[in-house]
């Protein structure tokens, strides 16, 4: 049974450990058109057995989840924008009762075409992957030479007045060169990028070894040049975000490997294919799909993911080299 209206609102969503869940990051692909070199360097493999979410299961879903106190939801894949009908995705997660933000996490190759049909459907914020702002690098890790159109991209969504950030995973062989590019760019942006140390998954092992560098480079680099570490709000995500008084714009960190990074934990994730997540790296997971039919009786898929929630593991096993049987981050969202 799922609890009453006053028992949500009081407690919400709350693992064993006193963790409250107010995000879900939902996947709604896993296609990808890039081919980026720590996730899918020789493209994306058809999968005819694939069927990802429709537009009325979204729907439902995320009505489920608002209804048990998360108030933001993050669309992911694969790539979101390879779907026809992503607007009206945004839009079934942007009418949900009680949901206050949706955002999306991009490559950007149609940011110039579609960035405001995206924020008329009801998108509110955007985060960008893009790992160097030199085209050649750029190039070099995804296989796609965009990065002009995506950086125009880019500015066009702050023009719009959407919360904008750019996601920039953290490779070893270009962090010296890219990082001072990165802080230019901030200078008179009032907008975010956030390094994101590369994980370890099954798929990635070899990429991993050579090109992992732990966050605590990011934050020696930006304290000795006058950044600030700003203090962090219970709703924040997983990143430390750096400001200075020279720059219009902020850098973050997500440090995945830094002791006690999952104590602070505020998201559930659902895959394309329509699998509770409870973590990144954990395995298997919980089916929801078999209850997002419009003829199933209300308050199932509640009683589901709450009963889900205390298997939810108190944090990760990413130092012991561990990465559950996530074979890739495009199969999840990351």
């Given at each position: 049974?799922i609890p009453?209206?006053a028992?949500?609102?009081r407690?919400?969503l709350?693992d064993?450990?006193?963790r409250?869940?107010?995000?879900?990051?939902?996947?709604i692909?896993?296609?990808?058109n890039?081919r980026?070199?720590?996730c899918?360097p020789n493209?994306?493999?058809?999968d005819?057995?694939?069927?990802?979410?429709?537009?009325?299961?979204?729907?439902?879903?995320?009505?489920?989840?608002?209804?048990?106190?998360?108030?933001?939801?993050?669309?992911?894949?694969g790539?979101?924008?390879?779907?026809?009908?992503?607007?009206?995705?945004i839009?079934?997660a942007?009418?949900?009762?009680?949901?206050?933000?949706v955002a999306m996490t991009t490559n950007?190759?149609?940011?110039?075409e579609r960035?405001?049909?995206?924020?008329?459907?009801?998108l509110?914020h955007?985060?960008v992957s893009?790992?160097?702002?030199?085209?050649q690098?750029?190039?070099r890790?995804?296989g796609?030479?965009?990065l002009p159109?995506?950086?125009a991209g880019?500015?066009?969504?702050?023009?719009?007045g959407l919360g904008?950030?750019?996601?920039a995973v953290?490779?070893?062989?270009?962090?010296?060169?890219s990082?001072e590019q990165?802080?230019?760019?901030?200078r008179?942006?009032?907008?975010?990028v956030?390094?994101?140390?590369?994980?370890?998954?099954?798929?990635?092992?070899?990429?991993?070894?050579?090109?992992?560098?732990?966050?605590?480079?990011?934050a020696?680099?930006?304290?000795?040049?006058?950044w600030?570490p700003?203090?962090?709000?219970?709703?924040?995500?997983p990143?430390?975000?750096?400001?200075?008084?020279d720059?219009?714009?902020?850098f973050?960190?997500?440090?995945?490997?830094?002791?006690?990074?999952?104590d602070g934990c505020?998201?559930?994730?659902v895959t394309a294919?329509?699998?509770?997540?409870?973590?990144?790296?954990g395995?298997?997971?919980?089916?929801?799909r078999?209850?997002?039919?419009?003829?199933?009786e209300?308050?199932?898929?509640?009683a589901?993911?709450?009963?889900?929630?205390?298997?939810k593991?108190?944090?990760h096993?990413?130092?012991l080299?561990?990465?559950?049987?996530l074979?890739r981050?495009?199969?999840?969202?990351?």
């Open positions: 049974m009453d209206e028992e949500r609102e407690e919400g709350t064993g450990f006193g409250r869940f107010r995000y879900l990051r939902l996947s692909t896993e296609v990808c890039f980026c070199v720590y899918l493209g994306y493999a058809r005819p057995e694939a069927q990802f979410l429709s537009v009325s299961e979204i729907r439902r879903l995320v009505a489920g989840f608002a209804a048990l106190g998360v108030t933001k939801v993050r669309l992911t894949g790539e979101p924008s390879v779907r026809t009908d992503l607007p009206a995705i839009a079934s942007a009418n949900a009762p009680g949901i206050a933000r950007g190759w149609k940011l110039t960035i405001g049909a995206w924020r008329d459907a009801g509110t955007l985060n893009a790992d160097s702002l030199d085209p690098t750029f190039a890790l995804t796609v030479d965009r159109d995506i950086l880019i500015d066009q969504a702050l023009d719009l904008v950030k750019l996601n953290l490779l070893r062989d270009t962090f010296d060169s990082v990165f802080a230019d760019w901030l008179d942006r009032p907008t975010a956030r390094f994101i140390e590369l994980m370890r998954t099954l798929d990635n092992v070899d990429v991993f070894e050579r090109q992992h560098l732990g966050g605590a480079a990011v020696r680099w930006l304290t000795e040049r006058g600030t700003q203090p962090r709000r219970p709703e924040d995500g990143a430390v975000e750096y400001s200075h008084p720059y219009l714009g902020r973050g960190l997500i440090a995945p490997y830094a002791d006690h990074f999952c505020n998201r559930l994730r294919r329509g699998k509770l997540r409870l973590c990144l790296f395995e298997g997971g919980v089916e929801l078999d209850l997002l039919a419009e003829d199933i209300p308050g199932r898929l509640e589901r993911i709450v009963e889900a929630l205390p298997t593991a108190r944090g096993s990413l130092m080299a561990q990465s559950g049987d074979r981050m495009a199969d999840v969202g990351g």
